[in-house]
């Protein structure tokens, strides 16, 4: 009995999260319970999905208590979004390094080859095991709980868009793009790049990295040139051909 009441004060001694004199954890004491939370959160999330996470089961994996969780949180729901916004900001960081390395980088780079860089980065990251996952998630969970899908739509896909559109920007500055939008072509350059791959991964596809850049360049071919093609078949193709009488 003393052995055991022993060791349990011992442990719970080792669970102790520093506190300060009114009692409440320090600053640096309550970030790192919170970063603890959430890291446990994801991983609970990503091995069990969302339905089987619940909020007990993280407090326990996470050695917290119970009402610290739902004061945080509030709900699974509340907690589902705390980690969702961490991962999307994990997968947008690349996006931005990338575009960031293509502003730099030196002039006599194509544009079609920084388009490439980029658009090899986000094959990596949107479909990478954990960005697959969670997309899963969230679209099943978007029905019940709108404001998730709202934060998907925010937080990520708009972000992603902006970024694009800002170094589309920067190209159109340099000359080396001809773009009247480039909001909206951002949005087409990320569909046609890495839509149709990441929906095929959340799909259950195997993804064969040789052939999904494959895909990747000849969209990003397409993109630049236009389904037109040269300015010379354009203005041919905008002129009316006769039409043929059908056979008798």
């Keep these: ?7 349990t004060k011992s442990a719970a001694a080792r669970r102790e999260v520093p506190k300060s004199r009114g009692g409440r954890p320090t600053k640096t004491a309550a970030l790192e319970r919170d970063q603890r939370l959430i890291e446990v959160a994801t991983r609970l999330f990503l091995d069990r999905g969302f339905d089987a ?22 709900d699974k729901r509340g907690l589902f979004a705390a980690v969702l916004r961490r991962e999307i900001a994990r997968w947008l960081a690349p996006l931005s390094a990338a575009a960031e390395t293509q502003l730099s980088s030196a002039s006599d780079i194509s544009v079609e080859q920084r388009l490439v860089e980029i658009g090899r980065e986000m094959l990596t990251f949107t479909c990478g095991l954990d960005a697959v996952a969670f997309s899963r998630m969230m679209t099943s969970q978007a029905i019940n709980f709108p404001d998730i ?23 159109v500055a340099q000359g080396a793009l001809d773009v009247d939008d480039t909001t909206i072509a951002a949005e087409v350059f990320l569909d046609v790049v890495v839509g149709h791959t990441h929906r095929m991964a959340t ?28 300015a010379d078949r354009a203005q041919n193709a ?7 009488r059908p056979s008798r």
Excluded: C, N
């Design 238 to 244: 905008a002129k009316p051909s006769p039409r043929r």
């Design 1 to 7: 009995m003393g052995l055991t009441a022993t060791r």
């Design 203 to 230: 799909f259950g596809t195997v993804l064969e990295l040789k052939g999904a850049e494959k895909r990747m360049r000849a969209a990003i071919k397409l993109f630049l040139a236009g389904a037109l093609g040269p």
């Design 149 to 171: 899908a709202k934060l998907g739509k925010e937080e990520g896909w708009l972000k992603a868009v902006a970024t694009t559109a800002r170094f589309f920007d920067h190209l």
């Design 53 to 74: 996470t619940s909020l007990d089961a993280v407090a326990e994996a996470a050695r917290v208590s119970k009402p610290t969780v739902y004061s945080r949180y509030g």
